[in-house]
């Protein structure tokens, strides 16, 4: 049985636990917490969910761990499913953490790739030293087996929309205790933003900007990514961006899934502000841009053509899927 | 008649109250200098009394020479002029009185003239000289100078005193230029008394009290020596004998591991001549005025540092002087008083952070005083005892410690700008002649590795077997020690050096003039003496001696800009310059702020790591040197003036018209390599 | 705190047993783990990561951990007592954090330890943390070496706990009885009220780790550090290490190689912008 808390990393684990369920023989079955979700439900079936259960109720209004971590423990314990699987979103990884240690079994955290071993157990490979190097996990014999997978690496499967799962709804007590805390508020953060520092997408404008208002193309591009958008000391000495923006060795250290630079050379001290973030593409149009060494991909050509271009490229294909 | 003087004429046996009152004035003098040498006694001990011989040559081409006082024209002139004038008076005053007491009277005749006519000559030279110097204080006002009342007092007071001198002279010609024609020698109390003074012994009055008013006023100069400016008299020869003989260097802190405290927050922590040094200033400015920092509008001013801490020092030595003073027995246990806190209170955070230690203020202090060490100091107190730094500082420490280098950039990585090029480590071979120590920049920021790979390529050309140290190279530390953190300093020197001597290392060669003052100047102190040089120094004798050959000529105007630390605290000025002048068509222009006035570029002080936020940009204004020089490239042989210059350009967006490069870079493509 | 002020602190704690005490016994789990920027390899059989010539340093999160606790502590005084699961060399990152301030330190060092995974860590961890009294836990959110996040939450369900992870701000209210926390999430943060003891782990943007003064780097030396074997915390070898773990790493690869640069190639700068987005989502998976 497999559970997934957040929407499109579901369908990916979905997907991938398709292929395990099948080869294990065992049912594949998703786990839905929250407090009105039963309608989202079916449609977990045209990913390859057989069954869902559903725990609902006011306490799953909004998560918490001790509400949350007793729903689905209490749920494990009746239906003892071999392998449990999470989407490695804030929560997921945080319910996973709990679950594994109520259980007492082995959970394997952020994994790229998951699959079964001759035995039918469940083998992983994660990253590890932030991504330096990759290591394959194995697990003790106690089930369930648990991991959780990164969002957005497993990849969608095709989608049969003309399968529908069975939803179970489950009946789950949860009291104050269970819980332990209250939740008094939510704060929204820099307008709906995230700070630079776990943004996973940031796009970043330099000296090459040329002005404070140009950066609204990076703004647009920056949001149809779900990202944010950030400067280089350049940009900032100019006063085009505010010093929280700056990305550097003396403003901000950020390490996001993509990092795209227009117009920025790459000085040293930028490097040493995003050298790791995961994929780093460069807009400049100067090619000896020490930029383009430290780029996956580089672009040598008129940022300001390039990024509205690609922001419109973007936006097609978001829409596509 | 014959031409001579009588002493204490129409005076008397009164006139031996001379002696008596000038007695008294002496003891005051004496008395008041005790007291201030007990006061500057409670700084911690410095040794400075090495190298006599060239301490004592030091005062006479400064004092007696007034070598560095001349640099600036007009005040140099102007006070030359009251130096030697009234240095004159007092010999003539001393001559006057063996003359007499010898019993020899030999001031008589053509001797006497000469003597009273120099003696002339000199008090006039007083006068235009504070005449020159009253104008360029109250009408020209500098910003150079501010203005207090001492400052009037003293030039009222020397007036006075040579103005009377000259009525008394007057009035004594006055009463016997009838019977001695001679005195016209004596031109300018000639010129006095024929015209303002009745002739003959109407003037008899006259000359009796101007003569007590000039011996009263003598008597409150001597007096007031050391309450009043005048104290830079004697501790101008002080601070000049007791200058830093070797300023390269910061001094280390001894026993790090036994001390309780690190650094200076308190007037008591620095040392005795430290505190001399705060008397010694006489706020002439110039500190002031060749300081990048003070020159674009951040909140430093060298001649404040040392002022206000002098202020300090005054509130605090009050106490300590009244007890002195009221006969009892000298407090044996320091003040209980807190006094003022440096960091912070005395001198704000943001003035401390903002010296880029150039040592321009060392460098035009005509009396040896140095502003930025104890700057450095008290960075150290803020770094060691309460990590007090901007956060950019604290991101540099981490990356040195963890990574042996400021970037942060993993230590692994080091070598790799050598990996193509088929450079030997130490590791892989020993027995070269050079270590080429690389540093940071070299090794880690694009920009530099190719003035690395310039300086190997050249280094082989001319046949000079080298190696490096690859990953076994670490940071050397500058920039830990100018930013305070003198604890992280020592470890990596000691690293370093046990690295090297490991490896039986004789001559270094260096392209970072930071890195070179580092391991010539400070290793010493840690047990690392090594035959340090700067690729300049090695390359302009390799160009002279044909073996390397720029043969390719390159047709560009440049202009040359001197690295604080190769230049000011090292004297290398002509080896860069000898290079380039053997380069084929290249043509050289001078800035003129260069040389020992060169204008830093901002980045030394550890000051490259930080942001500059206050005032305007100090790579900029260097920059608009450039620009003013006319010349299209500015050539440096440093890596932060490579940085920060190339950064000017960009950020004034004038990668047109002007570029920075690196003198290695311009000799390699020179000699085709 | 001098010790005077410290005893009247005490003092203060003892009289009254209605009021709830000021001074917090605080404790801050800590891991030292290679620098971010060492080069990390696997050895040749690729079954375990060679450290040699590897920079160790405290974990990053677990630096914000130990600052928050020394800031709770200069608020309301008591102690913070550093808990650290690692091999010798683990020493030098808990002198770090007693040169930061803390006061005392509990070293759990036994070969029977080592190699294990999130859950024996979190065991091992809570059977010596029971026998300690605390008011407050801080722990990193998670460590940078195996990047797991789990040990804090682990942790308190073991010893009974609430765990709050990801913790951006952090405050007492309540006289000390509570916890007002603001816990990062997609898109904002939650603010928890939570009842203490309870266990927060740290991310960052919580506070700005201090320099160690030097003066804090000789005290550190003389500070109380207790080491602590397998036999003192009365478990047996098949519950730690890597005889108890519940998930082990066969073996260890390098990334995907990154394709050094490629510079995308086009007519226009829209056919570029087009290459570089299909590169993006499908390549590289980013978008």
């Known amino acids: 049985m497999k559970d997934g808390a957040v929407k499109k990393v579901a369908y990916e684990i979905l997907g991938a636990a398709k292929k395990m369920a099948e080869q294990k023989g065992e049912p594949l079955c998703a786990v839905m917490i929250g407090k009105d979700v039963e309608g989202l439900a079916p449609g977990l079936g045209a990913y390859g969910a057989e069954k869902v259960y559903v725990i609902q109720g006011d306490s799953f209004a909004r998560y918490t761990t001790g509400a949350f971590t007793k729903a689905l423990c209490d749920l494990v314990k009746q239906e003892q499913p071999s392998i449990l699987l999470f989407g490695a979103s804030i929560n997921g990884k945080d319910l996973s953490a709990r679950a594994s240690g109520r259980l007492g079994v082995g959970l394997a955290t952020d994994c790229t790739e998951i699959g079964l071993d001759e035995a039918g157990n469940l083998k992983v490979k994660r990253p590890m030293f932030a991504g330096k190097v990759y290591a394959e996990v194995v697990f003790s014999d106690r089930k369930p087996q648990m991991a959780s997978v990164r969002p957005n690496v497993l990849g969608l499967p095709e989608a049969d929309e003309s399968r529908k799962a069975e939803v179970v709804k489950v009946d789950v007590q949860v009291g104050p205790d269970d819980i332990g805390l209250e939740v008094v508020d939510f704060v929204e953060v820099g307008g709906g933003k995230i700070d630079l520092t776990e943004a996973e997408i940031i796009v970043s404008g330099g000296r090459g900007m040329k002005g404070a208002e140009n950066f609204k193309i990076l703004e647009e591009l920056a949001e149809v990514l779900g990202g944010v958008v950030g400067a280089s000391r350049a940009a900032v000495d100019a006063g085009w961006r505010p010093q929280s923006d700056q990305v550097g060795q003396s403003g901000k250290v950020v390490s996001p899934n993509l990092y795209i630079a227009c117009g920025i050379s790459g000085a040293i001290q930028h490097l040493a502000g995003m050298g790791t973030s995961k994929v780093i593409v460069a807009i400049n149009k100067d090619p000896e841009a020490p930029i383009f060494k430290k780029a996956d991909y580089g672009v040598v050509d008129d940022l300001f053509k390039v990024v509205p271009a690609l922001t419109e490229e973007v936006r097609k294909l978001k829409a596509q899927s | ?673 | 705190m001098t010790g005077h002020h410290r005893c009247a602190k005490k003092a203060l704690r003892y009289n009254s047993q209605s009021l709830r005490r000021e001074e917090m016994d605080i404790l801050v789990c800590l891991k030292q783990v290679p620098d971010t920027e060492a080069d990390i390899r696997p050895t040749s059989d690729m079954t375990a990561i060679d450290y040699t010539g590897v920079k160790f340093i405290v974990n990053v999160y677990d630096e914000y951990a130990v600052e928050e606790a020394l800031r709770v502590r200069e608020k309301v005084g008591g102690k913070v007592t550093i808990v650290s699961l690692g091999p010798d060399r683990a020493v030098e990152a808990i002198r770090t954090a007693l040169a930061m301030g803390a006061d005392e330190a509990v070293h759990l060092n036994d070969p029977a330890l080592l190699d294990g995974d999130a859950y024996t860590t979190a065991r091992a961890l809570a059977k010596a943390i029971e026998g300690m009294s605390y008011d407050l836990i801080f722990c990193g959110k998670q460590a940078i070496d195996d990047d797991l996040a789990q040990v804090g939450s682990i942790l308190g369900e073991l010893l009974g706990l609430q765990t709050v992870t990801g913790i951006m701000k952090f405050e007492l209210v309540d006289d000390g009885k509570k916890a007002r926390v603001h816990r990062q999430v997609e898109g904002g943060m939650d603010v928890l009220e939570v009842p203490l003891p309870a266990i927060f782990t740290a991310t960052k943007g919580l506070n700005e780790p201090r320099y160690p003064s030097l003066p804090g780097i000789m005290k550190a030396k003389k500070k109380p550090l207790k080491t602590v074997s397998l036999g003192d915390l009365g478990l047996s070898e098949e519950e730690v290490g890597a005889k108890g773990a519940l998930t082990k790493v066969v073996r260890y690869s390098l990334p995907p190689m990154r394709q050094a640069g490629t510079i995308i190639e086009g007519e226009t700068p829209e056919e570029k912008a087009s290459k570089l987005a299909k590169a993006l989502r499908e390549e590289v998976k980013v978008i």
């Not at chain 2, 014959?2 to 002493?7: G, S, Y």
């Not at chain 2, 019993?103 to 020159?132: C, E, M, P, R």
């Not at chain 2, 890195?515 to 010539?520: A, D, E, I, S, V």
Request: charged share 25%; aromatic share 12%; with cysteine.
């Open chain 2, 1 to 673: 008649m014959e031409a001579t003087r009588e002493l204490f004429w129409n005076i008397g046996r009164q006139g031996l109250l001379t002696y008596l009152i000038m007695g008294i004035a002496v003891l005051i003098l004496a008395y008041s200098l005790y007291e201030r040498v007990s006061l500057w006694r409670r700084g911690q001990a410095e040794d400075r009394w090495d190298r006599v011989g060239e301490r004592i040559k030091g005062v006479v081409v400064n004092i007696i020479g007034h070598w560095r006082v001349l640099r600036e024209a007009y005040p140099g002139f102007m006070h030359l002029l009251i130096f030697w004038g009234f240095l004159l008076l007092l010999i003539g005053a001393a001559l006057d009185a063996f003359d007499h007491y010898s019993g020899l009277h030999f001031l008589k005749g053509t001797a006497y003239l000469t003597f009273s006519f120099f003696l002339d000559l000199a008090g006039l030279a007083v006068i235009v000289g504070l005449l020159l110097a009253l104008w360029r204080r109250y009408v020209t006002r500098p910003r150079a100078l501010d203005n207090r009342p001492e400052d009037l007092f003293v030039l009222l007071l020397l007036l006075a005193l040579v103005v009377t001198g000259f009525l008394v002279e007057g009035a004594r010609i006055a009463v016997q230029a009838p019977r001695a024609p001679w005195e016209r020698w004596s031109f300018f109390g000639w010129a006095l008394g024929t015209s303002l003074f009745p002739q003959g012994q109407g003037s008899l009055l006259w000359h009796k009290v101007f003569w007590w008013i000039h011996l009263s006023l003598s008597f409150l100069f001597v007096a007031v020596i050391v309450q009043s400016k005048l104290l830079h008299i004697l501790t101008a020869i002080l601070s000049t004998f007791f200058r830093n003989l070797k300023p390269q260097a910061i001094k280390p802190i001894e026993d790090m591991e036994e001390a309780e405290t690190f650094g200076v927050n308190r007037v008591e922590e620095l040392s005795w001549v430290d505190l001399m040094q705060l008397d010694a200033c006489t706020r002439c400015g110039r500190c002031q005025e060749n300081c990048p920092a003070y020159l674009t509008d951040k909140p430093l001013n060298p001649k404040m540092v040392i002022q206000g801490i002098r202020e300090v020092f005054q509130e605090q030595s009050k106490g300590l002087l009244q007890r002195m003073r009221s006969w009892g027995v000298e407090e044996q246990q320091p003040s209980t008083e807190e006094g003022k806190a440096l960091a912070g209170e005395l001198i704000e955070e943001d003035a401390i952070w903002s010296c880029t230690t150039c040592g321009a203020c060392i460098e035009q202090c005509p009396v040896f005083v140095e502003p930025f060490p104890k700057l450095i100091e008290i960075r150290r107190y803020l770094a060691l005892m309460e990590s007090r730094f901007p956060s950019e500082v604290q991101v540099a420490f981490r990356n040195m410690e963890n990574n042996s280098n400021p970037w942060g950039i993993g230590m692994h990585t080091r070598a790799d700008w050598a990996k193509e090029l088929g450079i030997k480590t130490l590791a892989e071979d020993r027995e070269v002649e050079y270590l080429f120590y690389v540093g940071c920049a070299g090794s880690f920021d694009d920009l530099n590795k190719k003035v690395a790979e310039a300086v190997a390529k050249l280094l082989e050309a001319a046949g000079v077997s080298f190696g490096i140290l690859g990953v076994e190279e670490g940071c050397c530390g500058d920039s830990a020690r100018r930013l305070g953190n003198e604890y992280l300093f020592q470890i990596i020197a000691q690293q370093n050096i046990e690295t090297m001597k490991g490896y039986g290392v004789r001559k270094i060669v260096t392209m970072c003039p930071h890195c070179y003052n580092t391991l010539k100047n400070e290793y010493p102190q840690f047990g690392g003496d090594f035959e340090v040089y700067h690729y300049t120094e090695l390359f302009s004798s390799l160009v002279a001696q044909g073996r390397l050959r720029p043969s390719k000529p390159l047709d560009i105007e440049v202009t040359y800009h001197d690295s604080c630390y190769l230049g000011r605290y090292n004297g290398l000025y002509e080896e860069p310059r000898g290079i380039l002048r053997a380069l084929l068509g290249v043509k050289l222009v001078e800035m003129p702020r260069s040389r020992s006035r060169s204008f830093c570029c901002g980045g030394g002080g550890g000051r490259f790591w930080m942001e500059e936020h206050l005032g305007t940009r100090i790579n900029h204004a260097r920059f608009e040197d450039v620009q003013r020089a006319g010349a299209r490239m500015v050539v440096t042989s440093c890596p932060f003036c490579l940085t920060m210059m190339s950064d000017a350009i960009k950020e004034k967006g004038m990668e047109e018209k002007h570029e920075a490069r690196d003198l290695a870079q311009v000799l390699r493509e020179a000699v085709g390599v």
